[in-house]
C-alpha cells in the first residue's frame, strides 16, 4: 500500500466531521459532514491523501446511519479550494501518482452515486477539486457572500482531475463548461462569483450568507420532500457539443500553442463528457492525471505556484516590516494615463488622500476626470457602492502647485522616460515634503542611483516599477538605489503589499529584470529580421514555449518607440549585447505601430508600408534558428544577472516573468523550461535549478 504519510509529510490535514442532526419537517436525520482543517480562513482546506481518508470515513458514518439526506459544507468562509499539492514534487513513481489520482475518484463518487439524497452547501470558496466535491453532489446551494469559485488547474498546466471534466459539461453544458474549465483558467485564471455560478446552473440555488446554513437546511427538507423541483437544462450532445469542442481547441491552441500537454488533454477529456459514462470518463481522467503528475511541465507549474503563492508574499532581501512608515497621503506627478491609473490604485487600495499635479489645469481635470470615471465604472460593475464611490472621488484632487505634496508621505512620479525630467521633478518635489516623505518613479529602465543624485536626502528614492495594465498584472519591482534606506525600502514593500501586489527586491541595473529579459529576447529576434529571416518565421519561433504573444504582437502592445528606448538605455549600458535596430528605428520615426495588418480576405499579413521600410539583409534563420538564438541569449542574460546580484536569486527571475510578463505557469517562468531544453548548461555550463526543483525527480 502507498505509504502517503511519508509522500506528503507536510500535508495541513482537513478532517470531516459528521453529526446527525433532527430537522423539522424532514422524515429522518441530516447527516451534516462539516470540511475543517483547523485554521481560520487564511489557510483554505485542501484534499490531501490524509484529507480523503478522513472525508471517506465521515461518509461511513453518514451512510451508516441511513439518514434522510447527506449535506458537505465547509469551515467559515472556505468550502475547500481543491487537492493538496504540497507532496506531488516527491512523487517518483507512476504507481503512486495512479493512487492519487484514484483516490479521489472513488471518495468523491460515493456521494454521486448514493441512494440518498446529497447535497453541497458551499458557503464559502470553492476551487478545484473543492468545486468538483460540490458537483459530486446531488444539488447545490451557495452562500451570496462566498468568494473565489473556479477550476484554475489549466493556469497551472493541470486539469480538474476528479470528475470536474465530466461533471460539469453534464450539468451546464458543454460551451459554458469550457469557459469555466478552459477559457477562464487561461485568462489570468478569471473566477466566478456567486451570482454568476447560479447563472450557468453550477449551483441551485443562492442564499444569504449570515443564516446560509439554516437556510440551505431549509431549502433541503423542501427538495428532499418533494415541494421544490430542480430543474436542470437538457443537453445537446450533437453539434452544440461539437462546437464546444471546436472551440475550446481553438482557445487552447491560441493561448499555449502545444506547449502544455495537460491542457491540451482537457480537450479530449470534455469531449470523451458527452457519452455520460462516469465509469470510461474517470478512467480515463485517473489515467491522464497519472500522466500529468508524471509530466515535467506539471512540476514546473507546481513550482510557478508556489513561488506565487509562499516566496511572493515574503520577498527575497525585504527589510523588517516594522522599519515601515505610516503612509496617511499620496501624491503623483502627472495626469496621463498611467498616472492616472497609479492614483485609482492607491486610492482604492489605500484609501487615503490622493493628489495629482501636471502642467497645466487642462491635463489636471482630464486626469481627475478618468479618474472619476474609472471609479464610475467600478460601481457600474457593482464592486463598489453609492457611499463608496462618493468617499473615493472625495480622496481624489488635483493641484497645478507641488506644495499640494507638503503633508504626503508618499510621492510618485509617471512623467516622461528622460532623467533630466525625472531630477527636475525630484528637486521640486523636494522643496515641499518632509525629509522622510518617500518619491518613487516608476521608471522602467532609468537608474534610481543617478535620479536621487542631486537630492538633498537620496536616500528616500526607490524605484516603484509597474507593469501594464497596473490593475491587472501584479508584479511589483521594487529597486533599492546605492542610497536608498532601509526605512524607504521597508515603506515601499508595505506599500506594495496594501496595494495588492506581489513586490521583488531588484538592484539598480539598467531595465530591472522583466524589461532587461524581454528586450534581450526581442533584439535578437528584430536583428534575425535585420538579417533576412521572413517576419512569418521569426514571429513564430517561440510558439513552443507557449507564450502569451508572439514577439510582434508584444511590440505592439509594448509600443515601439517605448520598446526602442529602452534598448537604447540597454545598448548604452551593454552594447555587446543590446544591438540597436536601424530599421525599428524607421519603422518608430514612420510612426508605425504594428508589423501585421489584415489583407481583403482577412488574413494577417505584413504591413506593406513596414515592409518597404524595412531594409533586409541575405542571410535568413530557420525558426529553430531564432528560436535557439532567442533561448541562448536568454540563458546567457539570466547568468550575467544573477551574477550580478540584479536579484537574490533565479527563483526571482522566474517570479517577475511569471508576474509581470504573464509567462505561463507550465514553463515555470523561464528558469526550469531553459534546464529542462538543456538550453543553461549548453550556454553556461550549468542549470539554474537543482534536478527535481521544478521537473520530476532525478
Not at 74 to 98: I, M, T, Y
Not at 109 to 129: I, Q, W, Y
Not at 313 to 318: D, I, L, T
Request: glycine residues 8%.
Amino acid at each position: 500500500m502507498t505509504d502517503f504519510a511519508a509522500l506528503f509529510p507536510d500535508e495541513v490535514v482537513t478532517k470531516a466531521y459528521t453529526r446527525l442532526v433532527d430537522v423539522p419537517g424532514l422524515n429522518g436525520e441530516l447527516a451534516l459532514i462539516t470540511i475543517d482543517n483547523g485554521h481560520d480562513h487564511t489557510r483554505p482546506s485542501t484534499f490531501g491523501p490524509a484529507g480523503l481518508t478522513s472525508l471517506n470515513s465521515a461518509l461511513d458514518e453518514a451512510f451508516a446511519a441511513e439518514p434522510a439526506a447527506i449535506a458537505v459544507t465547509g469551515k467559515p468562509f472556505v468550502f475547500a479550494v481543491g487537492a493538496d499539492l504540497s507532496g506531488v514534487g516527491q512523487v517518483s513513481q507512476r504507481e503512486h501518482a495512479e493512487a492519487i489520482a484514484q483516490t479521489g475518484h472513488d471518495v468523491f463518487r460515493r456521494l454521486t452515486e448514493s441512494k440518498v439524497p446529497t447535497f453541497a452547501f458551499v458557503n464559502g470558496a470553492a476551487l478545484g477539486g473543492g468545486l468538483e466535491l460540490a458537483l459530486s453532489c446531488h444539488y447545490r446551494t451557495v452562500a451570496s457572500n462566498a468568494g473565489a469559485i473556479a477550476f484554475p488547474e489549466c493556469y497551472l498546466g493541470l486539469f480538474p482531475g476528479w470528475g470536474g471534466t465530466q461533471l460539469l459539461p453534464n450539468l451546464i453544458g458543454p460551451d459554458a463548461a469550457v469557459t469555466v474549465i478552459i477559457e477562464n483558467a487561461l485568462a489570468q485564471n478569471r473566477m466566478l462569483n456567486p451570482t454568476k455560478g447560479l447563472k450557468l446552473g453550477i449551483f441551485d440555488e443562492l442564499l444569504e450568507g449570515a443564516d446560509f446554513l439554516e437556510e440551505s437546511v431549509r431549502w433541503l427538507v423542501r427538495v428532499v420532500n418533494g415541494e421544490k423541483t430542480v430543474e436542470r437544462p437538457e443537453i445537446d450532445r450533437g453539434k452544440a457539443w461539437d462546437d464546444a469542442v471546436a472551440r475550446a481547441k481553438e482557445i487552447v491552441e491560441s493561448k499555449t500553442h502545444g506547449a502544455s500537454p495537460a491542457v491540451t488533454k482537457t480537450v479530449e477529456l470534455i469531449d470523451l463528457a458527452r457519452n455520460n459514462d462516469l465509469d470510461a470518463g474517470y478512467a480515463a481522467e485517473t489515467q491522464a492525471l497519472t500522466d500529468a503528475l508524471m509530466s515535467d511541465e506539471l512540476r514546473a507549474g507546481l513550482y510557478s505556484f508556489d513561488l506565487t503563492q509562499k516566496r511572493a508574499k515574503k520577498p527575497a532581501g525585504a527589510p523588517d516590516k516594522s522599519l515601515a512608515r505610516p503612509v496617511s497621503k499620496v501624491g503623483v506627478v502627472g495626469a496621463g494615463l498611467m498616472a492616472g491609473q497609479l492614483a485609482l490604485l492607491f486610492v482604492r487600495r489605500l484609501e487615503v488622500p490622493v493628489v495629482i499635479t501636471d502642467i497645466d489645469q487642462e491635463r489636471i481635470d482630464k486626469g481627475v476626470a478618468y479618474i472619476h470615471g474609472e471609479i464610475d465604472k467600478l460601481a457600474d460593475k457593482g464592486r463598489l457602492s453609492p457611499d463608496g464611490v462618493n468617499k473615493l472621488k472625495g480622496l481624489v484632487s488635483g493641484e497645478l502647485d507641488k506644495k499640494a505634496f507638503a503633508d504626503a508621505d508618499f510621492v510618485i512620479e509617471a512623467v516622461f522616460e528622460k532623467m533630466s525630467l525625472k531630477q527636475q521633478v525630484f528637486a521640486e518635489v523636494e522643496e515641499h515634503v518632509s525629509p522622510e516623505a518617500i518619491l518613487a518613479t516608476n521608471t522602467s529602465s532609468l537608474s534610481i542611483t543617478e535620479m536621487a543624485s542631486k537630492l538633498k536626502n537620496p536616500e528616500r528614492v526607490v524605484g516603484f516599477h509597474f507593469f501594464n495594465p497596473v490593475a491587472v498584472l501584479p508584479l511589483l519591482e521594487i529597486v533599492r538605489g546605492e542610497k536608498t534606506d532601509d526605512a524607504a525600502l521597508a515603506t515601499a514593500f508595505q506599500v506594495g503589499k496594501q496595494l495588492k501586489k506581489s513586490c521583488v527586491l531588484v538592484s539598480d541595473a539598467p531595465a530591472f529584470v522583466v524589461n532587461r529579459l524581454l528586450t534581450r529576447f526581442m533584439g535578437e529576434v528584430i536583428a534575425s529580421v535585420d538579417e533576412g529571416t521572413p517576419f512569418e518565421v521569426a514571429d513564430n519561433a517561440l510558439e513552443p514555449l507557449g507564450l502569451p504573444m508572439s514577439p510582434m504582437v508584444l511590440l505592439q502592445l509594448v509600443g515601439p518607440a517605448v520598446a526602442q528606448h529602452v534598448n537604447g538605455t540597454m545598448h548604452e549600458a551593454y552594447p555587446d549585447r543590446f544591438g540597436l535596430s536601424d530599421n525599428l528605428q524607421k519603422f518608430v520615426d514612420a510612426g508605425k505601430t504594428a508589423v501585421w495588418t489584415f489583407d481583403e480576405s482577412g488574413n494577417t499579413v505584413v504591413d506593406p508600408e513596414v515592409a518597404e521600410l524595412w531594409e533586409q539583409g541575405d542571410d535568413p534563420s530557420t525558426t529553430e534558428q531564432v528560436r535557439e538564438r532567442a533561448l541562448n541569449a536568454l540563458a546567457e542574460e539570466i547568468r550575467i544577472m544573477l551574477d550580478e546580484g540584479v536579484v537574490a536569486e533565479a527563483q526571482d527571475i522566474d517570479l517577475c516573468m511569471l508576474l509581470g510578463a504573464g509567462w505561463p505557469f507550465w514553463l515555470g517562468g523561464i528558469t526550469p523550461y531553459l534546464d529542462r531544453a538543456g538550453v543553461s548548461e549548453k550556454v553556461n555550463g550549468k542549470r539554474f535549478l537543482e534536478p527535481g526543483a521544478a521537473s520530476l525527480p532525478a
